[in-house]
């Protein structure tokens, strides 16, 4: 099956209702491409899960497109303030803020890459997050009858990871910080991959010990240059400051319909540069 | 004491801070976490060559921090660093009891050492939802020291009761625009006031009593510390917050 697709495509198999999880951190190589196509596609009640999150989940909590939020932290980074979408879409009520500690996001994905329902986590042992969340658990250990704490699994019924090389096949090659990106690849049940470069399959055989996600994990693959854009991408961009700064003021569904409209033609240029 | 133009509260808090490091001690920042990035390369530079500088991006001992204006996550740290040693794996040294010092942050804190960072209001219908304790919840527990830096000191911050306790315990330290505290036998203790400040100014702008055996006053910036942080920060990241 061909995995090569359009980003429209590619968000198409993703439901109303589904456990989507992004890769990147903060303000750094986040798919952002791919989350606005999921805006432009409208998608319903999705429920999100990333460690840190910024205009990824603030973008889809803006376009209504989010039910819940399971993350560790979610903001902007000092310079570009709060994620005031998110917290408005909180504060009234039709979004779940389920807060984790960033190390229990990623404790509930490795037990979703291991198959298992819950994960022993170290360290949350107190405070009123234990108290509040159902995902927590403190049970005793039935070895030693010491208490620990469970996290429940996450299992992302889809996962979005944006890179710099990808090849036709799936095989991707993280340049810089991977952040959870290899994880995630693991604990999701569906792949895309939104790539800076579709690179030939003889090159990526080169660099074999170098591929991070390989390719049979990968159900989509989609050639996206600029796809992380506005957040940074290592050793193609930096953060594009105007448009982050532009969204964050944005008051009205019609401003970020334009915001929307305004990335159409380089969201979509992929498709028509082919393999490069 | 009135100001001096030599340095400014974000330079007293920057070396307050680097002070508290040790050599050899391996000391780790988030984001939104430019103060203590600053502290830990001005530790590094000056008393604690050895110190191990970790990040979320996971370079460990970054050769430079000069391009990192809007984020202390950014490629850079990985890219003029020695090693790759990722967020995850930094939790489980955590875990394992080998992190020496972690720097997080919060928005409220009370006198009997818990920590929000989580909402005002109601977990489930906040009145502000604020950005969430990344790390905290599970670093402050476990990190041998956890030192929390916050650049504002007013009754909101300190408060007599937080709204949310997103952890507690084991903190070590908080450092503010006005002081020091030490967190010790359960309680928040005035550790140091900085001589910017005065008693009267942390009580006037803290919702609880004080609790202090004798008074002290922090350490100045020496022209040593603010010559090297011209070096290291020429473009002055540890004043973003301010």
């Known amino acids: ?276 | 004491m009135t100001n001096n133009t030599d340095y400014r509260i974000s330079d007293i808090m920057t070396c307050a801070i680097s002070n508290m490091l040790q050599d050899n001690e391996t000391v780790f920042h988030g984001v939104s976490s430019h103060l203590p990035m600053v502290a830990m390369k001005l530790a590094k530079s000056m008393h604690a060559p050895d110190l191990v500088h970790l990040n979320i991006p996971g370079g460990v001992n970054p050769g430079s921090i000069q391009h990192s204006s809007y984020s202390s996550a950014g490629a850079e740290l990985l890219g003029t660093g020695e090693a790759y040693f990722p967020l995850q794996e930094v939790f489980d040294l955590s875990m394992r009891g080998k992190l020496d010092v972690a720097f997080l942050g919060g928005i409220q804190f009370d006198i009997n050492g818990n920590v929000n960072a989580s909402v005002i209001g109601n977990y489930h219908k906040p009145k502000v939802r604020l950005p969430g304790g990344a790390g905290s919840a599970v670093l402050i527990p476990t990190a041998k020291k956890a030192i929390i830096w916050r650049t504002k000191h007013d009754k909101r911050t300190f408060v007599e009761k937080v709204d949310f306790t997103t952890t507690r315990g084991n903190l070590w330290r908080i450092v503010t625009p006005l002081c020091v505290f030490e967190f010790r036998h359960g309680k928040l203790h005035l550790e140091s006031i900085h001589p910017t400040s005065s008693l009267e100014e942390v009580q006037e702008n803290t919702g609880f009593e004080l609790i202090y055996d004798k008074l002290k006053y922090t350490s100045l910036p020496t022209k040593q510390e603010l010559q090297m942080l011209k070096k290291i920060d020429p473009h002055d990241y540890r004043s973003i917050e301010f």
């Open chain 1, 1 to 276: 099956m061909k995995k090569l697709k359009s980003l429209k495509d590619a968000i198409q198999i993703i439901n109303d209702g589904d456990m989507v999880s992004f890769g990147g951190n903060v303000l750094h190589r986040a798919p952002m491409a791919a989350v606005r196509e999921i805006a432009r596609q409208n998608k319903k009640n999705l429920r999100l899960v990333k460690t840190a999150g910024a205009q990824d989940i603030d973008l889809l909590c803006a376009m209504g497109c989010v039910e819940s939020v399971d993350a560790g932290f979610v903001s902007y980074e000092s310079k570009y303030g709060l994620a005031n979408h998110y917290r408005k879409g909180v504060q009234s009520g039709t979004i779940k803020g389920n807060e984790h500690a960033c190390y229990t996001v990623i404790c509930a994905l490795r037990g979703a890459s291991m198959n298992v329902p819950f994960m022993p986590v170290k360290g949350l042992n107190a405070g009123d997050l234990l108290v509040e969340n159902d995902y927590f658990v403190v049970v005793e250990d039935p070895f030693s009858g010491e208490p620990v704490t469970l996290v429940k699994s996450l299992v992302p019924d889809v996962a979005i990871i944006h890179v710099q090389e990808c090849d036709e096949k799936g095989n991707a090659i993280i340049y810089g910080p991977k952040f959870e990106d290899t994880l995630l690849s693991r604990a999701a049940k569906k792949v895309i991959i939104t790539a800076e470069q579709i690179v030939p399959e003889t090159k990526t055989k080169l660099n074999a010990e170098r591929v991070d996600i390989p390719g049979f994990l990968v159900d989509s693959v989609v050639h996206v240059p600029k796809g992380a854009a506005p957040s940074s991408c290592y050793k193609k961009y930096d953060i594009d400051d105007k448009s982050i700064s532009s969204f964050i003021g944005m008051k009205t569904k019609e401003e970020m319909l334009a915001y929307l409209k305004s990335y159409e033609v380089k969201d979509y240029i992929g498709e028509r540069m082919g393999r490069r």
